[in-house]
C-alpha cells in the first residue's frame, strides 16, 4: 500500500518566502489530510539499482509559528513509495531540469507526479504560447539581430525576455535600440522573446490559475512606482479581479489544451486583456496570495481533484 507521503522537489524551504510561496501552501493543506511531507533539492535526485531515490528530510509547516517549518528527520527515500512528487523548484529551465524531468519519468506510472515531467518537457513556457498568438500584442521569438531590429523599427518600445527565465528575471524595456544589449541577451539567453509594449501593464497584469482543465480563478498584480514588472517577488502589489469575456474564453481553451497535454496546474497571464505568452507549469505561483485576497483556498481544490 502506498504511504501517505507527498514528495517535494524544490527549492529549500528558507529561501521560499512563506507569505506568498504556494508549494509551502499546498504542503500545509496535505498535512491536513494527514500527509507527511518529504522535501529534496532536485540535485539530490539519484537513479541507484534501478530505484529512483532522493535525499532529503521530512518536514512539517505550521503558519502560526514563528518560524515556520520544522525539519522531522533527514533521510533517502525511494520516490516511488510516496503517493504524489510535486515538481516545484524555480526555472531556468536548464538540462539540470530537464534531466529530473526524465529520471521522474522513470516512475510515473508507479506516483502520481504534477506537473507530469514529460509534459513539462513538452510545454515551454513561452514558446507554448504561438498557437495562441492571434490572442496577444504582436510577438516573435528569435535570436536573429536583423530580425529583432525589424520588430522594434516597427513598434518603437519593445519588451525582451528569455525564454527559459522566471520571476520577471532579465526583462529589458527597449525604448531605444540598443544593439549591445541585444546581443548580450542573446549570448546568454540564445533565443529570446520580443514583444510590443503595452503601457496599461502599470494598472496591473491578471494570473489566472488553472487546475486539472479548469479556470479556478485570478489574482491582478500591480507593479510598483516605476516598474514594469508585475512580480509579486519584484515588489507588485497583489489586489482581487475579475475575468473580462475575452479572458475567460482564451482561458478556458488554454486549460482545455493543458489537459490534453497533461498538465494538471498552470498559471496564464494576461495583460489589458491579451495574453502575455506566459503559460507557467513549472512551479506556477499565487495561490497563497488569493487565498489571502479573497478566502478561496485553491490547494483545497488542488488536492480535492487529485483524489488525495
Known amino acids: 500500500m502506498t504511504n501517505k507521503i507527498v514528495a517535494i522537489q524544490g527549492n529549500y524551504p528558507n529561501t521560499l518566502n512563506p507569505k506568498t510561496d504556494t508549494s509551502i501552501f499546498l504542503a500545509s493543506e496535505a498535512q491536513k489530510k494527514n500527509y507527511k511531507i518529504f522535501y529534496y533539492d532536485p540535485k539530490d535526485l539519484s537513479v541507484i539499482n534501478s530505484k529512483v531515490v532522493a535525499s532529503g528530510f521530512f518536514i512539517k509547516f505550521d503558519y502560526t509559528k514563528k518560524k515556520l517549518f520544522k525539519i522531522l528527520k533527514k533521510q533517502e527515500l525511494e520516490l516511488e513509495k510516496s503517493k504524489f512528487i510535486l515538481i516545484r523548484q524555480d526555472p531556468p529551465f536548464n538540462m539540470e531540469y530537464i534531466i529530473a524531468t526524465h529520471i521522474l519519468d522513470a516512475i510515473k506510472t508507479k506516483v502520481k507526479i504534477i ?15 504561438v498557437k495562441y498568438q492571434k490572442f496577444m500584442p504582436s510577438t516573435i521569438f528569435s535570436q536573429n539581430i536583423s530580425e529583432i531590429k525589424k520588430f522594434f523599427k516597427k513598434h518603437k518600445k519593445v519588451i525582451l525576455k528569455p525564454i527559459n527565465s522566471f520571476s520577471g528575471n532579465n526583462i529589458y524595456l527597449l525604448s531605444k535600440f540598443n544593439l549591445k544589449l541585444v546581443k548580450k541577451i542573446i ?8 514583444q510590443k509594449f503595452l503601457p496599461k501593464v502599470s494598472k496591473g497584469d491578471k494570473r489566472v490559475f488553472i487546475i486539472n482543465g ?15 514588472l508585475s ?12 475575468l473580462t469575456i475575452i479572458e475567460k474564453k482564451i482561458s478556458n481553451l488554454i486549460a482545455e489544451d493543458l489537459k490534453r497535454e497533461n498538465i494538471f496546474f498552470a498559471g ?29 483556498n485553491l490547494a483545497k481544490t488542488f488536492w480535492r481533484k487529485l483524489r488525495a
Do not use: W
Open 231 to 242: 512580480n509579486l517577488s519584484k515588489g507588485a502589489t497583489p489586489i482581487n479581479t475579475n
Open 268 to 296: 496564464v497571464d494576461f495583460i489589458d486583456q491579451k495574453l502575455n505568452g506566459d503559460i507557467n507549469v513549472t512551479s506556477p505561483t499565487g495561490l497563497k496570495t488569493l487565498y489571502d485576497l479573497s478566502k478561496i
Open 214 to 228: 479548469k479556470v479556478c480563478g485570478a489574482i491582478s498584480r500591480v507593479p510598483k512606482k516605476g516598474s514594469i
Open 115 to 129: 506537473n507530469d515531467p514529460t509534459s513539462i518537457r513538452n510545454v515551454s513556457e513561452k514558446l507554448y504560447s
Open 187 to 194: 549570448k546568454k539567453h540564445d533565443h529570446i522573446m520580443c
